[in-house]
């Protein structure tokens, strides 16, 4: 668009004229007597009648047309034989002026139609065709609306004389459609905190990873030292528990994601993500206390395109990604597949074996079918794999210098999925219909060096899977709905999650050399109904109050405790076995939500939701009394402010909120420092984000965002070691986020964006013993855009911030923390047609 403009402006200021047929310029001045008297208005133009000609029996052929722009815009001469008159009546349709020419025949020299693109700045297309053996039609389409003008008869033909409507430079309108709750909604009307990231967005700032989307979201925070661990954090609940369900429900293409061993994947090809905060347990259920990250993949489409993109950074690192779209029957059925693939050289070494402790390599694919055999009608069909062969974790001693270790394992970790599911959308008049069937399987195998010495001591080994079927069922009222909207909704969840192995391996130069493993499988089954309905009393107030009930069952089938010597003697129990260890439970999830609209360009809400984790059993106690722990509720309690300002080129969104946690599902380390057993305590958060976009002039944007959390124990005591933590922070949990983006896209095609991301302090354990002070990140990107085309250079974390993501503290080992990514930079080419 830039080029084109750019030649436009060329066009224009050369006064260039494009001969098609005839050498010579015609006379365009000379009226003749038999043409009515010019327009000067549009309206008087297109209400003339045809203009008069002589009454030829035969069709008048046109043999020749010529462009010449003007100083107000563009002539166009059509030649005729012998000079003869045309007759000419109008309309319009959008941007086009058509003009229909009876008793008229194309006899062009050297084609049969002709047609020519962005002839002068402010036209984008003239065209001339037989719109059947005796009439012709000439369509002049203007960038920004209708051209006006006068028709001339000239001695060699007709003349149309057109003036450009005036090119205004509009600022983009700031306007995002999200489906936080479950149907098409303005991201300003949903009474939610969201963070809503474009798919122009996701371009922009490069989001492929969930790291990336929590560094543009407020009150969000991950800590990712590989891709085989995440750990994150939104409005200061985290997954450090990793024993018990996430408190975070992840979808991408609403297929459910969970566990911190098979979250953070590539994420490719991407239309929008959406970052709820807050609970949103009474739509999406037991995985959503702390909110909902909703991740949309593009969707197949009825026309051919293409999109690559292939980078290169420091660290050996290439990555690749392409799409592809297209009909396979016309206005019927469609396809999409899209992939990546992407390795580097690991950012941690080991000088002991001259190695990279956490390298990468793998990649993701997607296919989709979408097939639409009516109107009513949408079914899609997904499927998608990942396969990663990475480094292991990066673990270090807080003493020692970063990013260097010196010991005799570097380990690997291998993760591999493959997900399936199948959507039908029914949409009628009357309601919406929607059933999504899914299976997602997840597998990792990882081993890493635990003592990190140049001695064969300890080594951890791990191998899980897991096996997810849903099914969820929804019966809505039509999108058109405005006094009365309605839901009601079923989801059905069978999981089945095996520990294959977890443990130690006692190397050579250990004083009894062995294999210390558990294994362990759970049987987990969720069933829930729900529903929710919408009711607008007065047009400016809409009252909200939902309901779910869910019932949740956890099985643990068997868990064994197995040594296997070194030497090859027979295996022997190295702890307690159990069999069918059964923990259930049930909850009712209310929602309650009022909205009030001052205008269309302010609302303001209030809300009061209930949040839930479900029971569970733990596989890693020892003793029978440990293996359940409680269901985690909470309270929460939202008043928030939507605006849009400008002509929605600025909005300001603001929410403030409080929740009480009751018995918070919070892990205790044992003895050595690893998680063994699962207490509840008493929590209490408070905190608030603000988040503003604006587009002050064309092609200038800034997004900005803050979030600050106050979460603390309120009444806990350890039960095992009788310290007390109240008052003290939650682990994972930052005093505050804020994000930055400002970014111009010129119109001669050049690129500039600059990011700054900030995290506030962080402790990583329930005793505050560890602690991450405040740091900011600044990324940067600069390029240069044609049509189809983009080049990058890029930056991530310019002044290279060491700063710590995940700690622990490991009696007789140390301190063991892992670092974020260093300072990045590379260059980036991108291509789509």
Same mark, same amino acid.
């Given at each position: ?255 459910? +994601? ?76 469609? *396809? ?275 949040? +839930? ?43 403030? *909120? ?176």
């Amino acid at each position: 668009m830039k080029q084109q403009k750019l030649s436009n402006w060329l066009y224009s200021s050369l006064a260039l004229s494009v001969f098609v047929a005839l050498p010579a310029k015609a006379d365009l001045v000379q009226k003749s007597n038999e043409v009515n008297r010019p327009a000067t208005t549009v309206e008087e133009w297109l209400s003339q009648s045809p203009t008069t000609n002589s009454e030829s029996q035969f069709p008048v052929q046109i043999i020749g047309v010529q462009l010449n722009s003007t100083a107000d815009g563009i002539e166009i001469f059509l030649k005729t034989v012998g000079g003869e008159v045309l007759n000419v009546s109008t309309s319009t349709e959008v941007n086009s002026l058509i003009i229909n020419i009876p008793n008229a025949q194309l006899q062009l020299p050297e084609r049969e139609e002709f047609s020519q693109d962005n002839p002068v700045e402010g036209i984008a297309n003239v065209a001339l065709t037989a719109t059947d053996v005796s009439s012709v039609q000439v369509i002049v389409t203007g960038v920004e609306g209708i051209p006006t003008g006068e028709v001339f008869q000239s001695q060699q033909g007709l003349v149309i004389s057109l003036a450009t409507p005036e090119i205004i430079e509009e600022i983009e309108e700031i306007e995002i459609v999200v489906t936080a709750e479950k149907q098409p909604e303005a991201l300003q009307d949903v009474p939610i905190s969201v963070t809503a990231i474009t798919q122009q967005e996701i371009e922009d700032s490069d989001i492929t990873s969930l790291s990336d989307i929590a560094g543009s979201t407020p009150n969000f925070s991950t800590f990712t030292p590989s891709r085989n661990f995440i750990l994150y954090s939104v409005r200061g609940l985290s997954n450090s528990n990793f024993l018990s369900r996430d408190p975070v429900a992840f979808f991408v293409d609403d297929v459910p +994601y969970d566990y911190n061993g098979f979250l953070d994947l590539d994420l490719t090809d991407l239309e929008r993500v959406e970052v709820l905060r807050g609970p949103q347990s009474t739509l999406y259920g037991r995985n959503a206390q702390a909110g909902v990250v909703n991740i949309v993949t593009r969707k197949p489409t009825n026309n051919l395109e293409f999109n690559t993109s292939a980078s290169y950074a420091n660290f050996d690192n290439p990555d690749f990604r392409a799409g592809i779209s297209g009909p396979l029957v016309d206005d019927k059925l469609f *396809f999409r597949l899209s992939g990546s693939f992407a390795s580097r050289d690991g950012y941690t070494e080991n000088d002991f074996l001259d190695s990279d402790v956490d390298f990468q390599s793998g990649g993701t694919g997607r296919g989709q079918l979408l097939w639409t055999p009516s109107e009513n009608w949408d079914i899609s069909v997904n499927a998608s794999f990942d396969d990663y062969r990475d480094g292991a974790l990066p673990t270090n001693l807080l003493s020692s210098e970063p990013f260097e270790v010196e010991q005799n394992f570097d380990g690997f970790s291998d993760l591999n999925s493959n997900t399936q599911s199948i959507k039908l959308a029914y949409n009628n008049p009357g309601f919406r219909f929607t059933s999504i069937t899914a299976r997602r399987f997840s597998d990792q195998d990882y081993e890493q060096e635990v003592d990190i010495t140049t001695a064969d001591l300890f080594t951890q080994v791990v191998a899980i899977d897991s096996t997810v079927f849903t099914q969820e069922i929804r019966l809505q009222s039509p999108e058109d709905s405005e006094k009365f909207e309605w839901f009601l909704g079923s989801y059905f969840e069978s999981r089945d999650f095996n520990v294959g192995a977890e443990g130690l391996r006692f190397g050579a130069d250990s004083a009894n050399p062995r294999l210390d493993i558990r294994s362990a499988e759970i049987d987990e089954t969720t069933f829930a109904v729900f529903g929710q309905a919408s009711y607008r009393p007065i047009k400016a107030l809409t009252l909200t109050a939902g309901l779910r009930y869910e019932s949740f069952d956890s099985t643990l089938d068997n868990r064994d405790s197995t040594s296997f010597p070194a030497d090859g003697s027979p295996p022997s129990p190295s702890g307690a076995s159990f069999d069918n260890v059964e923990r259930d439970g049930d909850e009712v999830l209310p929602r309650f939500i009022a909205q009030y609209r001052f205008n269309s360009d302010i609302m303001l809400y209030g809300s009061i939701t209930r949040g +839930y984790k479900p029971p569970g059993v733990n596989y890693r106690a020892e003793d029978e009394q440990l293996l359940t722990f409680d269901e985690e509720k909470s309270w929460n309690y939202e008043v928030g402010l939507k605006s849009s300002w400008l002509n929605n080129r600025l909005t300001a969104n603001l929410a403030f *909120f409080h929740n009480e946690v009751d018995d918070f599902q919070t892990p205790i380390p044992d003895e050595t420092g690893l998680f063994r057993e699962v207490a509840n305590a008493q929590v209490g958060i408070t905190g608030f984000e603000a988040e503003v976009r604006a587009t002050p002039m064309k092609g200038l944007s800034i997004i900005a965002g803050f979030g600050f959390v106050d979460a603390e124990f309120t009444d806990f005591t350890n039960p095992f070691t009788g310290e007390n933590f109240d008052g003290n922070e939650l682990s994972y949990s930052p005093d505050f986020t804020y994000n930055l983006a400002v970014q111009y896209r010129a119109p001669v095609g050049i690129l500039a964006r600059v990011e700054l991301q900030g995290v506030g302090p962080i402790f990583f354990n329930d005793a505050n013993e560890i602690e991450q002070g405040s740091f900011a990140l600044l990324n940067a990107r600069l390029g240069y855009e044609l049509d189809n085309y983009g080049i990058y250079l890029f930056a991530n974390n310019i002044t290279d911030v060491e700063h710590l993501v995940s700690a622990g503290v490991f009696p007789g080992f140390g301190t063991l923390v892992t670092y974020g990514a260093p300072a990045t930079f590379g260059v980036q080419v991108r291509t789509r047609f």
